[in-house]
């Protein structure tokens, strides 16, 4: 059963999970489930997707209960109108500490255009961990709390990637050295990336929302083995 995190007879949020499709492309290949099949098996009826999360990525996805309520969602997204929490755990600890990514980025290939593209970070909780790896003896890793401005394909993970502090678990933009770690020594097989505030106007009354996605097991269990807390925003 899929985690609902708010339902009403215009829209429906979910709590994605990382690993799970969000409906059929050619980028995720052979994947056997797809999340907005598994939720009109769930509530019923048609919906439609409001925007889209990467495969590897959990958190708060929109989907609506008609197209008029989908475009009306899409509009505020491509207006900027919608307002994007991501919690990520990246190598490194990033400097300084809060800072603005502008940085252009191609779409889907990436020989195409480059459009504008910026991503806002904040570094919230940092950790040096005893493990040796290649010439360094300790590893220095960081939470970050990124609002991207803009909504380019894959933006956090190319930012993030691009000021050399690549996302944990992030297999195209990574490291596959640390990513090799997480697993090995944390047990960690997922990427560590999660949309985890979503704030807008309901489209149909205006009200403000904003809607929160608890983290999964995996996520958790880090921030808990890191001493690292959410923080109360």
Partial sequence: ??????QDDALIAVNK??????????????????????????????????????RATSGVLLVARSSEIAAALGEQFMGRDVHKQYLAVVRGWPEPEEAL???ALPGSRDNGPRREARTGYRRLATVEVPIELGRYPQQRYAMVLAEPQTGR????????AHIHHPIIGDCQHGRSDHNRLYKQYFRCHRMLLHAWRLSFAHPLSGEPMRLEAPLDAAYQGLLERFGWALPAL
Avoid at 36 to 41: K, N, V, Y
Avoid at 153 to 160: A, C, P, V, Y
């Fill in 17 to 54: 999970p990382a690993g799970l499709a969000v409906h059929r492309s050619k980028m995720v290949g052979n994947a056997e489930e797809f999340l907005i099949d598994l939720l009109r098996e769930q509530v019923g009826g048609i919906t439609y997707l409001a925007h889209r999360l990467d």
């Fill in 1 to 6: 059963m899929l985690d609902i995190l708010y």
């Fill in 101 to 103: 990514i502008d940085y």
């Fill in 153 to 160: 394909f894959r933006q956090i993970r190319k930012h993030m």
